[in-house]
Antibody, heavy 122, light 110 residues
């Protein structure tokens, strides 16, 4: 059974940094592009970033470009999001999601984790 | 780019049908047959109900169906049940390595 499990969320002060993780199981992680999607309180889902199956290509939403870095360790079946210079607008539940097909494919997600909550507040 | 446009809320009585729209542009919804719909209970993992505009994953009831016309995709739920009450989000491939989501629609079963 395909599973994604996020961790690492918490309370961070404005301007601070945080790294969140997503551990994959039940499928061949290295065959799939994956990404991060967030949901701020009372808002809809917002795409944050995606990374190719091999980690060679990435993309970011304009709202996080230059502040967030997505990377993966296929030997550990784990996806990461390094977040820096965090602002209150980054407060959200962050979900890890798998692209809807394998290989060089970025179709909308088919599997998601339950998310990890990041709160930016002083 | 701006989010896809969904109604904030819809409601229906048990047994009725409802349709949720998802309007984008020719750069996303209108340009690709790659629209998915998700059922989401906040704090839980979203569940894909429709992918590639009209396809249903195994295990999803045939009461759920999808369609698209131009820049607008739609999700129809027929024979509404209490357990259908949730938030529903649309998502389209938007080129390159990007996804774009709608603002979400809260479905209330009266």
């Amino acid at each position: 059974e395909e599973q994604l499990l996020e961790s690492g969320g918490g309370l961070v002060q404005p301007g601070g940094s945080l790294r969140i993780s997503c551990a994959a199981s039940g499928f061949t992680f290295s065959n799939y592009a994956v990404g991060w999607v967030r949901q701020a309180p009372g808002k809809g889902l917002e795409w944050v970033s995606t990374i190719s199956y091999d980690g060679d290509t990435t993309d970011y939403a304009d709202s996080v470009k230059g502040r967030f870095t997505i990377f993966r360790d296929n030997s550990k079946d784990t996806l990461y999001l390094q977040m820096s210079n965090l602002g209150v607008d980054d407060t959200a539940r962050y979900y890890c999601a798998r692209a809807g097909c394998s290989g060089t494919c970025f179709r909308p997600p088919d599997y998601w984790g339950q998310g990890t909550l990041v709160t930016v507040s002083s | 780019q701006s989010a896809l446009t969904q109604p904030a809320s819809v409601s229906g009585s048990p047994g009725q049908s409802i349709t949720i729209s998802c309007t984008g542009t020719s750069s996303n919804v209108g340009n690709y047959e790659l629209v998915s719909w998700y059922q989401h209970h906040p704090g839980k993992a979203p569940r894909v109900m429709i992918y590639e505009v009209t396809k249903r994953p195994s295990g999803v009831s045939d009461r759920f169906s999808g369609s698209k016309s131009g820049n607008t995709a739609s999700l129809t739920i027929s024979g509404l049940r209490a357990e259908d009450e949730a938030d529903y989000h649309c998502c389209s491939f938007a080129g390159g390595r990007t996804w774009i989501f709608g603002g979400g629609t809260k479905l209330t079963v009266l």
